[in-house]
């Protein structure tokens, strides 16, 4: 164990391990944010489809 944790291949195994612990401990802020801007987003297109179908039945009458 100790020849392989002393090798390139250890270090390589402890920075895969440390930036996989920091991808997980952020990832609940990350899934949080993108669903709030995807009801933002989804708000605002609902509103836009509105004033648009506003628009056109404005325009046919």
Not at 44 to 56: A, H, P, V
Request: hydrophobic share 50%.
């Amino acid at each position: 164990m100790q020849e392989i944790m002393g090798s390139g291949f250890g270090v390589a195994i402890v920075l895969f391990f440390v930036v996989m612990a920091i991808l997980v401990f952020f990832m609940p802020f990350f899934i949080y944010g993108t669903n709030k801007r995807t009801k933002e987003t989804s708000q605002k297109l609902d509103e836009t489809n509105k004033i648009l179908s506003d628009i056109r039945t404005s325009l046919q009458k």
